[in-house]
Structures are given as C-alpha cells and as structure tokens.
C-alpha cells in the first residue's frame, strides 16, 4: 500500500512537472512573445532548408544535442568562460577550458602526422582565422630566419580568404595560375618564383570550388631546384582536411609524408561544428619563432593573433571526439567519398558532363537550370575551358543517396523535357 501511494505521488508529481513545462513551451508557442515568433519563424526556414543545401561545404548532420542538454543542465549557459592564453602554458586554469582545448589539439595532430612532442595549436574562429594564422606565423618564422619578408604564392584557384589575409598582413602575393581542375601550375609556379625572397607556400588542399589539391611533390621538385630559398608551406585544408585523415587518401594530409609547417581546417565543415570554428596546428618550433610579445597578466607570450577566444567551441569539439571519434569519423568521410563517386558515375550516365577530382566529395557539373539550382542550393561558377558555367555538390553528410537521387531525377526530367521541346 506504501509502496501503491509513493509510485501514485511520483506518477503526479511527474504529470505536474511535465505539464508545466508544456505550458511554458506552449506559452513560447504561442504568440505571447513577438521576439521568440520572430526566433521560431527563423529556425523553421533554417530547418526547412537544411536538408536541401548540396551546394555547400556545411555538415547539416549537427550532432551536438546532447552536448547543450548537459551545457543548459550544468548551468554553464549562465557563465562567461574565455580561453585567452595559450592551451599549452596554461597557468591558471580557472574560468577557461585551456585543458579540453589542448587535449583536443593533441588528439587531431598525430592524425596530421605532428609528433606529440612537437605540436601547438589552437582552436580556431573558422578556417579563415587558421589561414591567418598559418600565413602570419610563416611570415614571421621566415623573417626570424632570414630577416627577410617572404612572397606568399598561392593558386588563383584557393580560396580568396589566403589573398585577403595576404593583403590584410601587406605581405607581397603572387597568384599561380591553376589548371582546370583547380590545382597550381607547377611549371607557372617555377616562372614566378621569386629567386632572392624567402617563400611562403599555400598548399590548396580541396579547392572551394572544383576540390583540386596541389600537386605538393611538384612544387617541392620546383623548390629542391633552388635550393638557397627559405621555405614555409602551410595547408589550407579547411573542407578536406577535416575528413581525408581517415580514408584511404590520409598521406596526402601527413606531414610526415607531404612535408608542411601548419595546417587549417574548418570545424563547421566537415566535423559538424554548429558554428563556425576550426583547428589551426603547427609545431612547438615555429610557435617558439614567433614574436615575443609577454603578456604579463597570462603569464606568457601570446604568440596567437585574438586575445580572446571561444571556450565552447573547444569543448564541443572534445564532445564530439568522445562521442563520434575515430570510428564515426571514419563511417561519415567515407560515406561521404562513395556518394560522391556514385554521384558522378550517375551523371555521367545520364550524359550531364561532370568532373569528380581525386580524394574530393565535391562533384562539379555543367550548370543546371536556375530552378533545379535554386532548389538544391548550387552555387554557380565560371570556366571556359570547361564549357562555361558551372555547379557543384558538395557531398557533405547529410547528402544522402536519396536527396541525390532527387536531383538526378530532376535533372532527368528536365533532359527529357528538352528533348521533347527541342524536336
Ligand atoms: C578551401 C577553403 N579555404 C578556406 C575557407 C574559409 O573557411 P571558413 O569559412 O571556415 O572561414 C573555405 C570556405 O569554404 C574553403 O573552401
């Protein structure tokens, strides 16, 4: 009987609770607040459409609930926690999560080939803030070197954030004409090298656009010819770089294998990052040839370029790599790779001229009409060599074979369509 009125009461109390906290999420639903009708009509477009982007480089499979369910339940959301300093100095871990930042930085830089003994790096705002990174430290490292200001080189097909953070940190750029698949010309390259300048080297490691990689062992062939030029070579891998790791392709991104000092990656891209974040890795030895600006308050010399820096973003990360990790990691970059392959041998059946490059998930085609464009979100690029206008899918992981399907579909419908119009 005692045990009857405990179970009655737990049944109430539980009846209770849940129907006031269906009455608070109805009052939300409800209209009573303007500013959270305006809130929700966002979010509905925002997962309306989420499932339809093929055209960019953005995982949609966000797989971070459970991370804020325990953030909200923690009562962190009511904190302002800031990694200011250095993950691998950090002296006073109180109010920053330097530790998760740093353990995460440890956890991706062997998959990158860096000795654990010889690592730093940090988590970054986005790719763009890891390409600033990389071009600001192997400015300085040369300088330190060589006490000479280096020429960035870069291919005129790598993302434009490597011109902008050049001409942002007035350092001469030479741009390298690309073939059109979208990788540097290493016989270009060779012309415009300058002889007397130290040289710093932006490896595109998945172009935005047609996902060309450099040929690194090219222009290494074109370096080893002179052999007085100081060399820093930073990877600007910031879709690629996140999932080749754990395929097949995994020595194109070791710097054991492919010698480079740094290397960026967006976290939003392939890791599923639900805002924009990135990784930005490098050696203890280029961080130690930095400019020593001490900052007494860290303790230390801050060598990074933002002062302060997300907290939450490294603990997300932390998440993921104990709850998706290797294994998962491994399943989604690979899946991602057989949709892409399939993807094109599809279109080619249907005789849509396509182009897949190696070791890419980013399948670019002729442009279809605006309307198929538009419902599946593809941005449009140009190449005369390649007919003119162009699109691309990006087949990120929650481009699923049946979403492709759809489009191949659509994309049949209206072959036909013309052909029929046409005779
Ligand atoms: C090759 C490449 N590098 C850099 C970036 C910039 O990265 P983020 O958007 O993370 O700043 C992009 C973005 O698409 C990219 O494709």
Same mark, same amino acid.
């Given at each position: 009987?005692?045990?009857?009125?405990?179970? +009655?009461?737990?049944?109430?109390?539980?009846?209770?609770?849940?129907?006031?906290?269906?009455?608070?999420?109805?009052?939300?639903?409800?209209?009573?607040?303007?500013?959270?009708?305006?809130?929700?009509?966002?979010?509905?477009? %925002?997962?309306?459409?989420?499932?339809?982007?093929?055209?960019?480089?953005?995982?949609?499979?966000?797989?971070?609930?459970?991370?804020?369910?325990?953030?909200?339940?923690?009562?962190?959301?009511?904190?302002?926690?800031?990694?200011?300093?250095?993950?691998?100095?950090?002296?006073?871990?109180?109010?920053?999560?330097?530790?998760?930042?740093?353990?995460?930085?440890?956890?991706?830089?062997?998959?990158?080939?860096?000795?654990?003994?010889?690592?730093?790096?940090?988590?970054?705002?986005?790719?763009?803030?890891?390409?600033?990174?990389?071009?600001?430290?192997? /400015?300085?490292?040369?300088?330190?070197?060589?006490?000479?200001?280096?020429?960035?080189?870069?291919?005129?097909?790598?993302?434009?954030?490597?011109?902008?953070?050049?001409?942002?940190?007035?350092?001469?750029? %030479?741009?390298?004409? /690309?073939?059109?698949? &979208?990788? +540097?010309?290493?016989?270009?390259?060779?012309?415009?090298?300058?002889?007397?300048?130290?040289?710093?080297?932006?490896?595109?490691?998945?172009?935005?656009?047609?996902? &060309?990689?450099?040929? #690194?062992?090219?222009?290494?062939?074109?370096?080893?010819?002179?052999?007085?030029?100081?060399?820093?070579?930073?990877?600007?891998?910031?879709?690629?770089? &996140?999932?080749?790791?754990?395929?097949?392709?995994?020595?194109?991104?070791?710097?054991?294998? #492919?010698?480079?000092?740094?290397?960026?990656?967006?976290?939003?891209?392939?890791?599923?990052?639900?805002?924009?974040?990135?990784?930005?890795?490098?050696?203890?030895?280029?961080?130690?040839?930095?400019?020593?600006?001490?900052?007494?308050?860290?303790?230390? /010399? +801050?060598?990074?370029?933002?002062?302060?820096? /997300?907290?939450?973003?490294?603990?997300?990360?932390?998440?993921?790599? #104990?709850?998706?990790?290797?294994?998962?990691?491994?399943?989604?970059?690979?899946?991602?790779?057989?949709?892409?392959?399939?993807?094109?041998?599809?279109?080619?059946?249907?005789?849509?001229?396509?182009?897949?490059?190696?070791?890419?998930?980013? %399948?670019?085609?002729?442009?279809?009409?605006?309307?198929?464009?538009?419902?599946?979100?593809?941005?449009?690029?140009?190449?005369?060599?390649?007919?003119?206008?162009?699109?691309?899918?990006?087949? +990120?992981?929650?481009?699923?074979?049946?979403?492709?399907?759809?489009?191949?579909?659509?994309?049949?419908?209206?072959?036909?369509?013309?052909?029929?119009?046409?005779?």
């Amino acid at each position: 009987m005692r045990f009857m009125k405990k179970t +009655m009461c737990c049944l109430l109390v539980t009846v209770l609770a849940f129907g006031f906290l269906r009455a608070s999420s109805y009052a939300l639903e409800a209209g009573n607040d303007p500013a959270v009708d305006r809130l929700n009509e966002f979010a509905d477009m %925002v997962m309306e459409e989420k499932g339809q982007s093929f055209g960019y480089p953005g995982n949609q499979n966000v797989q971070l609930t459970g991370f804020y369910e325990w953030l909200i339940e923690s009562g962190l959301d009511t904190a302002i926690v800031n990694n200011a300093g250095d993950p691998f100095n950090n002296t006073d871990p109180s109010l920053n999560a330097l530790d998760f930042e740093r353990e995460v930085i440890e956890f991706f830089g062997p998959l990158y080939g860096f000795d654990p003994d010889n690592l730093w790096g940090i988590v970054t705002f986005s790719g763009t803030d890891g390409n600033n990174h990389g071009i600001y430290f192997g /400015s300085k490292y040369l300088e330190k070197k060589t006490q000479q200001q280096p020429v960035v080189y870069v291919s005129d097909a790598a993302h434009y954030s490597n011109m902008r953070l050049a001409d942002l940190q007035n350092l001469d750029l %030479v741009l390298i004409p /690309s073939d059109e698949h &979208g990788c +540097m010309i290493p016989e270009e390259f060779e012309k415009l090298l300058v002889k007397d300048r130290p040289a710093l080297i932006i490896y595109a490691m998945g172009t935005t656009f047609k996902g &060309g990689i450099d040929d #690194q062992e090219a222009i290494n062939a074109v370096l080893a010819k002179y052999p007085s030029i100081e060399v820093y070579r930073h990877v600007d891998a910031a879709l690629f770089g &996140g999932f080749l790791p754990y395929t097949e392709y995994r020595d194109a991104v070791n710097r054991n294998v #492919q010698p480079y000092d740094s290397i960026a990656i967006s976290g939003h891209k392939f890791f599923g990052m639900d805002e924009p974040a990135g990784l930005f890795l490098t050696t203890m030895e280029i961080k130690e040839n930095q400019n020593p600006y001490n900052v007494t308050y860290l303790n230390g /010399s +801050m060598p990074m370029i933002n002062c302060s820096r /997300s907290a939450i973003a490294p603990l997300k990360f932390w998440w993921m790599i #104990q709850h998706i990790g290797i294994e998962g990691f491994t399943e989604q970059a690979n899946g991602m790779l057989e949709r892409a392959a399939w993807l094109k041998g599809e279109l080619d059946k249907l005789g849509w001229r396509a182009w897949l490059e190696p070791m890419s998930n980013t %399948v670019y085609f002729e442009r279809p009409p605006e309307e198929i464009a538009e419902k599946y979100m593809l941005a449009p690029d140009y190449d005369e060599r390649l007919g003119g206008e162009l699109s691309h899918i990006v087949v +990120m992981q929650h481009v699923t074979e049946e979403g492709l399907q759809g489009f191949l579909d659509d994309l049949a419908d209206y072959m036909e369509e013309s052909t029929a119009a046409a005779a």
